[in-house]
């Protein structure tokens, strides 16, 4: 689903400094707005929020953040992939009209999840009705969030798509300033809970504007959930290795108990979130540039098969999806290391400018290279899932959940030094996994492309 790619290639195709500026701001907001405007606006609120919360209540404001993306993420993982791939399906196929109904369904489902949730949650927690509702809302809200970015990665206005964004992001930093003065914690997270409900509201208002002539319900995409079990895993474990080191470190002897359920880390947790921030840029770069080159080859070459062109023709799609790859990949490896060493070289300078606790270099540090290695192997099993390669994918999932899991729980006990380094090596093993099985793949694309298909009498040319 490389719709909005497309559109943006245009920006980048003459000189034009303020064209090549404004695809880059938009491909950096499309592809990495909903994390990204979301993790700025709780650090500027967390700053101007230090002075008007005790640190018990600044803590509480913080985890209620952190815990709610958790939550949203890992809940969303169970459904992303098979939803997106039946959108794809139905895009592929000219057949809009159920999108309306299945997204209606699913915030549906989402804001039901989130009240049920939040409840049994919640309830360990001594807090009012009032701030256990806001909480609520705020988890029903991100996940309508990821949820419209679905059904909007092939729109038409993403000009509207960052719009949203910017406006959600910007009042949830004014509504969390005004709001705190006058009720403190409640103040500071309803404010911000109220930009993420806008975003979530003007988002919602995209898809149904986007598809405004097409209404038909219909629960065929529930059969995509066992049709593609692997899917949903796939989904589950991204996202679980993303959040398993800090849950680590959260619950572990280096943590710090908040409230009820609520442990955390400063240390390890900011570090790791800046640290994040150093790969937008290959997110821009692989929406542009990978995804739209990478797939107009892709789909030239399954066009072909379907159209019987003779073998000569394929081999040369083959290799033209192999120069394709190995040549936008290249070229996002050399930005991202020019962005990744410069930000490791001046770490200290990065964490004195954010006036940041020295123990936080060192993480910071790992967290850079990790994101790095993230980045790339996060990539290779997009790609890979194009190829309809899903227990590879899978695999190297479970690789990336288990390893983290499992070094982050040894350099916990190793002293600070040591802390991130176990995200960095679980990184290394999945991009190596992954490397290998997308090697694999290309070597062996027409095989794996036929010998996929079912045996019926339609496969066969008759004379």
């Not at 960095?424 to 997308?438: A, E, M, N």
Request: glycine share 6%.
């Amino acid at each position: 689903m490389a719709g909005i790619g497309f559109r943006l290639t245009k920006y980048f195709s003459g000189k034009n400094v303020w064209d090549n500026l404004k695809g880059t701001i938009y491909s950096t907001v499309i592809s990495s707005g909903p994390w990204l405007i979301s993790v700025l606006s709780v650090f500027f609120v967390g700053l101007y929020a230090q002075h008007g919360l005790n640190r018990h209540d600044l803590y509480v404001f913080k985890c209620i953040i952190s815990y709610t993306f958790a939550a949203s993420l890992l809940l969303f993982g169970a459904f992303e992939m098979p939803l997106t791939r039946y959108l794809a399906d139905k895009l592929y196929m000219a057949d809009i009209s159920t999108f309306r109904g299945v997204f209606i369904n699913i915030v549906t489902i989402a804001v039901i999840t989130s009240g049920t949730l939040g409840y049994f949650f919640y309830a360990f927690f001594d807090w009012g009705i009032i701030l256990r509702m806001i909480c609520v809302g705020l988890l029903a809200a991100i996940l309508i969030v990821w949820s419209s970015m679905i059904f909007l990665s092939a729109s038409k206005n993403y000009v509207k798509i960052v719009i949203s964004f910017l406006i959600g992001g910007a009042s949830s930093f004014v509504f969390s300033i005004v709001l705190g003065k006058q009720f403190a914690l409640i103040g500071y997270i309803g404010g911000y809970a109220l930009g993420q409900i806008l975003t979530a509201i003007l988002l919602a208002q995209n898809v149904f504007s986007e598809y405004s002539d097409f209404e038909y319900f219909s629960l065929e995409y529930l059969t995509y959930f066992s049709k593609y079990k692997k899917l949903i895993f796939v989904g589950m474990f991204y996202y679980l290795g993303i959040w398993v080191d800090k849950f680590i470190f959260w619950y572990s002897e280096v943590g710090d108990h908040v409230e009820g359920l609520f442990y955390t880390n400063q240390y390890y947790d900011t570090a790791m979130f800046l640290s994040y921030l150093t790969i937008v840029p290959s997110f821009a770069v692989f929406m542009v540039q990978v995804e739209t080159d990478f797939y107009i080859k892709y789909t030239y070459f399954y066009r072909a098969i379907e159209d019987k062109y003779n073998l000569k023709f394929l081999e040369n799609g083959i290799e033209e999806i192999t120069i394709s790859l190995k040549k936008t990949i290249v070229n996002l490896i050399k930005i991202q290391t020019f962005v990744s060493v410069i930000c490791w070289y001046f770490s200290q300078e990065i964490v004195e400018l954010l006036y940041l606790p020295s123990l936080m270099e060192p993480v910071f540090k790992y967290g850079v290279i990790g994101a790095f290695l993230q980045i790339l192997f996060l990539i290779s099993n997009i790609v890979l899932l194009y190829f309809e390669e899903r227990k590879p994918v899978l695999i190297n999932y479970l690789i990336f959940l288990i390893s983290n899991l499992v070094l982050s729980g040894i350099t916990v006990e190793m002293g600070v030094r040591y802390h991130g380094l176990g995200y960095v090596v679980s990184s290394l093993l999945t991009l190596i996994s992954s490397f290998y099985f997308l090697n694999e793949t290309l070597k062996n694309i027409d095989y794996k492309t036929f010998m996929s298909q079912k045996m019926t009498s339609e496969n066969f040319i008759t004379n």
